[in-house]
Nanobody
Framework: QVQLVESGGGLVQAGGSLRLSCAAS????????MGWYRQARGKQRELVAA???????NYADSAKGRFTISRDGAKNTVYLQMNSLKPEDTAVYYC??????????WGQGTQVTVSS
């Protein structure tokens, strides 16, 4: 059983920063990628950033230049450093884990609220 535990969300003013963390625990093997999606109220869930086991990264256009994804392989933890936050970044952020031959795992979500 794999569990993803997220932390680091909260309330911040526009222009501020937050750092999200997601730690994976349990029987983890054959990791392909980890990353973050977000879902704003009334909108579809969208990819924010992802990082592969090899360290390749992928960002949504809205995140490029402001967000940085990184990982600690030894801890099975992925981080999302979010700078220059905007009110439109307000959403629930969900961590995900992709592994070979099994369905995607999701975290419980952490709320990020950016006030103007």
């Amino acid at each position: 059983q794999v569990q993803l535990v997220e932390s680091g969300g909260g309330l911040v003013q526009a222009g501020g920063s937050l750092r999200l963390s997601c730690a994976a625990s349990g029987s983890i093997s054959s990791i392909i990628a980890m990353g973050w999606y977000r879902q704003a109220r009334g909108k579809q869930r969208e990819l924010v950033a992802a990082i592969t086991r090899g360290g390749s990264t992928n960002y949504a256009d809205s995140a490029k230049g402001r967000f940085t994804i990184s990982r600690d392989g030894a801890k099975n933890t992925v981080y999302l450093q979010m700078n220059s936050l905007k009110p439109e970044d307000t959403a629930v952020y969900y961590c995900f884990l992709d592994r070979s031959f099994v369905p995607r795992n999701w975290g419980q979500g952490t709320q990020v609220t950016v006030s103007s």
